[in-house]
């Protein structure tokens, strides 16, 4: 009973803290393009139109206005989540906490050759026993990165995505058998098929020599690159997302499904509820079967970052 009243407590800090980041965050963007309200490429439209009182728009001017958003933001979904397995009896073992914490910071504008920028981005996902008795963290996996990216601007000067090259290390920071380590090159891409759906899709080449002595063969559960569809209503207020990563076996998939509700228009933060399906959600369990249903809370990026 202690654990689930630190678990409701941590909740509520949480949830009441990001409102307080988004009053903040509208001070900070008043200089940036922050109607969420509008396709991102509209926006621009709308903006170098009154700029240059001309009805033509180059692609120079897409770029350099999404040069102007803002430099550092939220990457992934940030979250903390609760839940229990689907397939196992309910136990204080096997329950638990879930949370991660994302962002990216683009260090350049895009004027690098062929007109690519340099970011940076960090990642880290927490597997946490809050039910049992000394609440330990089960593992922790950090996920840091840097790379470059590049706008995809259609022949009517339109944003319509975006591409990336990463090198990227993840590991779980244990030592001995308990350790978890990779280092790989990703390449990555984000499309927009109309303001409501967009799709991703990423594929990594891991750095064999690098990988720890312990999970040379994580890549037959973890899977050789993933791709989803993003899928959010048009008031704005539900977001659907679907994310499959095949492993080395045909028609073998591991399954992210989540389901979020937006708390309010005035703010970014979801009720969010998420199933796994699959292996290698965790390094340190990265062969064992889960399927596990979790819910809480979410902070999701703008639904038009160029990440």
């Known amino acids: 009973m202690k654990q ?32 969420t309200t509008k396709r991102l490429d509209l926006l621009i439209k709308e903006r170098l139109l009154q700029e240059r009182g001309s009805l033509e728009i180059l692609e120079e001017d897409v ?10 933001g939220i990457l992934k979904d940030n979250y903390i989540i609760t839940g229990n397995p689907l397939n196992k009896r309910v136990s204080a ?11 990216r910071q683009r260090i350049t504008n895009s004027y690098l050759p062929f007109n690519t920028f340099i970011f940076v981005s960090y990642t880290q996902k927490s597997f946490w026993n ?23 601007i259609s022949d009517d000067n339109r944003y319509i995505g975006s591409l990336f090259l990463q090198l990227e290390h993840e590991s779980n920071g244990k030592d001995s058998i308990a350790s978890r380590s990779w280092d790989f090159i990703s390449a990555s891409g984000k499309y927009y098929f109309n303001d409501r759906l967009f799709f991703r899709a990423k594929v990594w ?5 690098l990988m720890g002595a312990e999970n040379k063969d994580l890549i037959t559960y973890k899977g050789f ?19 499959f990563t095949p492993r080395s076996r045909f028609f073998t998939f591991n399954t992210t499904l989540s389901v979020a509700y937006r708390v309010s228009e005035k703010f970014n933060q979801y009720f969010f509820l998420e199933l796994f399906d699959g292996r290698g959600d965790s390094l340190l369990d ?15 990026p703008d639904f038009f970052s160029v990440f």
């Open 4 to 35: 689930f009243t630190k678990l409701i407590l941590i909740l509520l800090c949480l949830f009441l803290s990001l409102f307080e980041m988004e009053g903040q965050d509208k001070k900070l963007g008043q200089d940036t393009i922050g109607d």
């Open 63 to 72: 770029r350099r206005r999404l040069d102007s958003t803002h430099s550092f």
């Open 93 to 103: 073992n096997n329950a638990d906490v879930k949370y991660q914490i994302s962002f």
């Open 130 to 152: 809050i039910y049992e008795e000394s609440a330990p963290f089960r593992d922790t996996n950090f996920n840091p990165g840097i790379g470059f990216g590049r706008y995809l």
């Open 205 to 209: 080449f891991p750095l064999v020599p």
């Open 225 to 243: 690159g993933d791709f989803s569809f993003d899928y959010r209503t048009s008031d704005e207020r539900w977001w659907i997302a679907a994310n």
């Open 286 to 300: 990265y062969k064992h079967y889960d399927l596990k249903l979790r819910v809480g809370i979410c902070i999701k």
